[in-house]
């Protein structure tokens, strides 16, 4: 075995030599799995492979794209509404009639393809999971071709699970949620599988191996008719919505099932793209099914996107909440545009996971989660996410108070009062304090959550919350504007400024906490110091990098068969 991090690898035509029957043009080099053949057909590959070669160079754009607008961000300019687009915000469209098999969504959970997690959130009373290939996932071949395996096995309803340690079998119970999967986002390469001498595109292998095995499965046990159903991360603008578009509409016409079948929620969780949300809704109004507010990525892109703007300084994380003016306008403004156009608005994460040990933290904790759906619910929002099946009922209790037996809030809740949400709401600088306690509070967390995600967690518990890269991605990119811009402590009164020196010693200090906290042991066992390399790396690089991920995938990659010499 070995781990390349770099890609440079070129393709014979055609190649047997991973034990996988591929088509010409294509070769893996992940590890043959018996199981994970049945998923990598040759027939499932070609699709992969025709949906590589059609949209390849239309993903390179677009991905051009995103440095170019990087580029005038950093030259001072601001994101804003498209002028160009202004018919499409003001016409009077709708989209597509929302399938009934998915009108109702007050509660969903998230979490990794893996299969035990499968098969607890489909039993766990919400009305939708989402399996996640994405920030919720350690993107190494293992998870993602178990991946593939767990989710077929859900589709066709036959997963299960033995858990040998407890002495317990886990199946699915007569009525579970529905399933979305969530493939990775347009940036994040699949470095296993090299289609003509080139990485795939980790989001069409997501999507073409999980669509072509389970389409037709799907439309008959979940989707009524419809699907499969899917969640879309990380876009910045409507023409990386064209694309996935035009994905799904090649998907259709291969599986010869009816346009509209296919059906998306689109994550906002891009500051770019929350000035296009109308026109991400128009490029896929035959196939939508709503827009979600993925706010923790969405304070990780406010600082990313003003990076070169020392005016536009975060307070501590914690302290930049839905009731932050920017984060309320956004909020609301999605609302407002889900509603006009027929679709849900899903609202963000609680991330809490029940406190067994502590009743009193625990009852704070799901006093919290309420207040949080509680104003979501009363905004307008159809539904909520949560991490953990023990938060389900607390959620549903709050959304089902609201709106009764309606499964959602379209055609009630209108927000034309959110019509008149400016650039500058959207844009206004968060209010608060910056701390040594959040410059710690970054960096410990950002540490742990990639040593977990370096060894193959890529969905983490800290400190009583259900981390994903979303957390790592916002203490790593507010570490990294607080050494640029030297600035000052002020919450602590103490008038310290953050320098390499300072930074260096808070990495001391948090790593020796982190040992104490987990143990000697599992701390020598676990991969912290790479972690720490890697986390502090990016925290003093002169260049902000776009994904911590894109940087850590590198150490995650492992080439089979091993290359033999010829010497």
Known sequence: MIGLGSYGYTAPASSKISGYDVPEGVDIRGRFDEEFAKILTKDALQFVVDLQREFR??????????????????????????????????G????APVPPSVADRRVEITGPVERKMIINALNSGAKVFMADFEDALSPNWENLMRGQVNLKDAVSETISFTDN??????KLIDHTAKLFVRPRGWHLPEAHILIDGEPATGCLVDFGLYFYHNYATFRKTQGEGFGPFFYLPKMENSREAKIWNSVFERAEKMAGIEKGSIRATVLIETLPAVFQM???????RDHSVGLNCGRWDYIFSYVKTFQGHPDRLLPDRVQVGMTQHFMKSYSDLLIRTCHRRGVHAMGGM????????????????FDLVRKDKLREVKAGHDGT??????????????????????????ETVKRDDASNITEDDLLQRPRGVRTMEGLRLNTRVGIQYLAAWL????SVPLYNLMEDAATAEISRVQNWQWLKYGVELDGDALGVRVNRELFGRVVDEEMARIELEVGKEKFKKGMYKEACKIFTRQCTALTLDDFLTLDAYNHIVIYHPKVQSKL
């Open 350 to 365: 609680a991330a809490q996971i029940p406190i067994r040990d502590d009743p009193t933290a625990n009852e704070a904790a």
């Open 278 to 284: 109308d026109e991400i809704l128009y490029e896929l």
């Open 455 to 458: 060894t193959g967690a890529g």
């Open 385 to 410: 996410w949560a991490a953990h099946p023990g938060l389900i009922q607390a959620c549903m209790e709050v959304f089902t108070n609201t709106m009764g037996n309606s499964p959602n809030q379209i």
């Open 165 to 170: 340690a407890r002495n317990r079998v886990y």
């Open 57 to 90: 160079n239309h993903i390179k754009y677009a991905m051009e794209c995103r440095k170019e607008a990087k580029r005038q961000y950093n030259e001072g300019a601001l994101p804003g509404f498209d002028p160009a687009t202004r018919y499409i915000r003001e």
């Open 92 to 95: 009077q469209w709708t989209c």
